[in-house]
């Protein structure tokens, strides 16, 4: 499926192997400030399993005595989300639209498509993975012009 002339560049986003792009539509980033401490992740889990949410993906990190999660979850599990952490006393602390894209899973796809992106004056604030597949996860203050630059 690959044609001769991109032979050796990364292959994504239907350049050199027609992989699929990807954009999940109104997939939402949601910022949760835990304590950092054993069991705050699990908990996060828990909530959210029982709440019938699913965690499309996620990064955490600690600092200052505090773990920031960023929690991907589509549209129609956004406010069932928000409900769940507010009563487990995860209040929400951002949230916002993300767009996913779909990659393959080679050396070089992230330069590309964050190249593509760049050179459409797109500054990336957020990057992450998700589960299943290889898809990268982007926030910034213009999804828009993001999602146009990466479809042309």
Same mark, same amino acid.
């Given at each position: ?25 109104? *997939?939402?980033?949601?910022?949760? !400030? ?20 699913? !965690? ?63 050179? @459409?004056?797109?500054? !990336? ?14 926030? *910034?203050?213009?999804?828009?012009? @993001? ?6």
């Amino acid at each position: 499926m690959g044609d001769v002339a991109g032979a050796g560049r990364p292959k994504f986003l239907g350049t050199a192997l027609d992989v699929p792009i990807y954009h999940q539509v109104m *997939t939402y980033d949601v910022t949760v !400030i835990l304590d950092d401490q054993p069991g705050e992740l699990a908990r996060l889990g828990e909530v959210t399993g029982a709440a019938g949410v699913n !965690i499309d993906g996620f990064a955490a990190f600690t600092g200052e005595g505090k773990g920031v999660v960023h929690v991907l979850v589509a549209d129609e599990g956004l406010e069932i989300l928000r409900d769940a952490l507010t009563n487990a006393g995860m209040p929400v602390a951002d949230e916002r639209e993300v767009f996913v894209v779909s990659v393959a899973d080679e050396p070089g796809a992230l330069g590309e498509v964050a190249r593509r992106l760049a050179g @459409a004056n797109v500054n !990336i604030d957020l990057a992450y993975t998700t589960f299943g597949g290889v898809r990268l996860v982007f926030g *910034t203050d213009d999804v828009r012009s @993001a999602r146009e630059a990466l479809d042309s």
